[in-house]
Nanobody, 127 residues
Framework: QVQLVESGGGLVQAGGSLRLSCAAS????????MGWFRQAPGKEREFVAAISWSGGNTDYADSVKGRFTISRDNAKNTVYLQMNSLKPEDTAVYYC????????????????????WGQGTQVTVSS
């Protein structure tokens, strides 16, 4: 089992920045690929970013590319999402998730491929 706890959400003006953190406990964190997803009211959960177990590979949704950066610190069992140049359309509940590294190449975009989820943290961007 892996337990995931997100933090760092809040209210920010458009153009501002936030850094989300996701702290993991339980089984070996470094054996998991990690992803960030978001869900706005009335919409489906959507892929935001993913990172391989070593941090050597990252991937982003087109809507956040160039503005968001995913990173991880395996010594601290934590994955981060640095969000810059925030827009009102980034408003959502943000979730971190963990998946077996073996599924990363083909499965990183799909919520159903992830094995563990955090409870989510709200990000609200005002215009």
């Amino acid at each position: 089992q892996v337990q995931l706890v997100e933090s760092g959400g809040g209210l920010v003006q458009a153009g501002g920045s936030l850094r989300l953190s996701c702290a993991a406990s339980g089984r070996t964190f470094s054996s998991y690929a990690m992803g960030w997803f978001r869900q706005a009211p009335g919409k489906e959960r959507e892929f935001v970013a993913a990172i391989s177990w070593s941090g050597g590979n990252t991937d982003y949704a087109d809507s956040v590319k160039g503005r968001f950066t995913i990173s991880r610190d395996n010594a601290k069992n934590t994955v981060y999402l640095q969000m810059n140049s925030l827009k009102p359309e980034d408003t959502a509940v943000y979730y971190c998730a963990a998946m077996d590294q073996i599924k990363y190449v083909s499965g990183r975009y799909y919520p159903y491929e992830y094995d563990y989820w955090g409870q989510g943290t709200q990000v609200t961007v005002s215009s």
